[in-house]
C-alpha cells in the first residue's frame, strides 16, 4: 500500500516500538539523531533513556518552515519525523525536510502512523524508512499489538532484516492474522474517521468552553496548506484544551460516555487520552512545555460510531465546565 508503483521491502513486528528500536540499531555510539520536537513518548523514552546508554545522542527541534536550521552536525545519520505529530497533530513538510536531510547525507524515517498509507505517501515525499504502529489505525480493532518498517531500498533492507532475526522482534501468527483483517477495511474505516473528525472540529472550534483545538484539516491550523499538499485527507485525531487547564480536562473526559479513556488510538471506537498523565508523562516536564504541550491537553482518537452521538456526547461533557 505505501509502495504500489515501486519494489518495496516490509517488516512486521510485535510491536510498534520493536520497530522503532531496529532502526536504532542501526546506529553505532557517537551517532546522532534530529527528531521533531513533538513526538511520540515512547520514542522519546527510546532516544533518551535507552539508546543514549549507547552513546546516541538526539536533538529535538520544531523543524519549522520546513528547514533544518543549523541542527545538523557532522555525526548526524538520521532525521525522524512523525507526520501528523502525536499529541499537537503538527503537521512537518517531510518533502523539504527530506531534500534538505539528503543534502547531508541523512537517512529519513517518517512514523506515518496518524495518517497511514491511506492519507500519505512518504516515499513519494523522499523518506527513507516509513513506520506504523500497526496496533493502531491498521488494526483498527483495539485487539492487537504490532509495528512494521517499509523501506524501498534493498541495502536498508537487509540490515533491517538482520537485526529483526538477530533480536527477536517478531509478531504472533495470529497478531498477523487480526493485522490483515484490519487492512481490509483500512480504507472504509479512514473514510469515516475522517469525515467524522472534520466535523467535530469544525463544531469543536466555535464551543465556548474550548480554548485551542488542533486539527489539520482546520483552516486555523499552521500547517493546514502543508497537510492539504502532502495528505489526502486529515485524519482522525482531534487535541485541544478546555476551559479549567488540567482539571477542566479530567472533569471533561471523566464527563464523557462515548469516549473511552485509553492509552492507544485507531480503533473503531473513540477513545480519549490525556498526554501529561499517559502517553507523554516519561517525557520530562520542561521538554513538554517546549513542545507545546500543557497539563490541560486532551487528544481524542474519533472512531466510527455516528457522528451526531459523538457531538452530543462532546456538548454533555464540554456543559459540565
Same mark, same amino acid.
Given at each position: 500500500m505505501e509502495s504500489p508503483h515501486q519494489e518495496a521491502f516490509g517488516f512486521c513486528f510485535g510491536s510498534g516500538m520493536a520497530a522503532i528500536t531496529t532502526i536504532s540499531q542501526m546506529?553505532?555510539?557517537?551517532?546522532?539523531?534530529?527528531?521533531?520536537?513533538?513526538?511520540?513518548?515512547?520514542?522519546?523514552?527510546?532516544? &533518551?533513556?535507552? !539508546?543514549?546508554?549507547?552513546?546516541?545522542?538526539t536533538s529535538y527541534?520544531?523543524?519549522k518552515n520546513g528547514s533544518l536550521g543549523d541542527i545538523v552536525r557532522d555525526n548526524s545519520k538520521i532525521l525522524w519525523l512523525e507526520s501528523p505529530t502525536n499529541p499537537l497533530l503538527n503537521v512537518h513538510d517531510i518533502k523539504s525536510l527530506a531534500a534538505e536531510a539528503k543534502k547531508h547525507g541523512l537517512m529519513v524515517v517518517v512514523d506515518s502512523t496518524f495518517a497511514t498509507?491511506?492519507?500519505?505517501?512518504?516515499?513519494?515525499?523522499?523518506? &527513507?524508512?516509513?513506520?506504523?504502529?500497526?496496533?493502531?489505525?491498521?488494526?483498527?480493532?483495539?485487539?492487537? *499489538?504490532?509495528?512494521?518498517? *517499509?523501506?524501498?531500498?534493498?541495502? *536498508? !533492507?537487509?540490515? *533491517?532484516?538482520?537485526?529483526?532475526n538477530a533480536v527477536g522482534a517478531v509478531p504472533a501468527p495470529m497478531d498477523c492474522f487480526l493485522i490483515l483483517r484490519g487492512l481490509r477495511t483500512l480504507a472504509l474505516r479512514m473514510n469515516r474517521h475522517c469525515e467524522s473528525a472534520q466535523a467535530l472540529a469544525e463544531r469543536l472550534q466555535e464551543h465556548e468552553n474550548v480554548t485551542q483545538l488542533f486539527y489539520p484539516g482546520l483552516k486555523s491550523h499552521p500547517n493546514h496548506e502543508i497537510a492539504k499538499q502532502q495528505m489526502n485527507a486529515f485524519g482522525g485525531m482531534i487535541s485541544l484544551e478546555v476551559k479549567g487547564g488540567e482539571q477542566g480536562a479530567r472533569k471533561f473526559a471523566s464527563e464523557l460516555k462515548l469516549f473511552a479513556t485509553a492509552e492507544s488510538l485507531g480503533g473503531i471506537e473513540s477513545l480519549i487520552n490525556h498526554p501529561w498523565t499517559m502517553t507523554h508523562a516519561a517525557i520530562p516536564e520542561k521538554q513538554r512545555y517546549d513542545a507545546g504541550m500543557t497539563p490541560g491537553l486532551i487528544r481524542l482518537s474519533v472512531g466510527i460510531e455516528d457522528m451526531e452521538d459523538l457531538w452530543q456526547d462532546l456538548v454533555n461533557a464540554l456543559a459540565t465546565l
Open positions: 546506529l553505532k555510539q557517537g551517532d546522532h539523531v534530529i527528531a521533531c520536537d513533538d513526538l511520540y513518548g515512547g520514542t522519546v523514552r527510546l532516544f &533518551d533513556q535507552i !539508546a543514549s546508554r549507547f552513546g546516541i545522542e527541534s520544531p523543524l498509507p491511506i492519507l500519505q505517501r512518504p516515499f513519494d515525499l523522499g523518506a &527513507d524508512i516509513i513506520v506504523h504502529s500497526t496496533t493502531k489505525y491498521i488494526g483498527g480493532h483495539s485487539d492487537v *499489538i504490532g509495528g512494521c518498517l *517499509i523501506t524501498q531500498s534493498k541495502d *536498508i !533492507a537487509e540490515k *533491517i532484516s538482520f537485526l529483526q
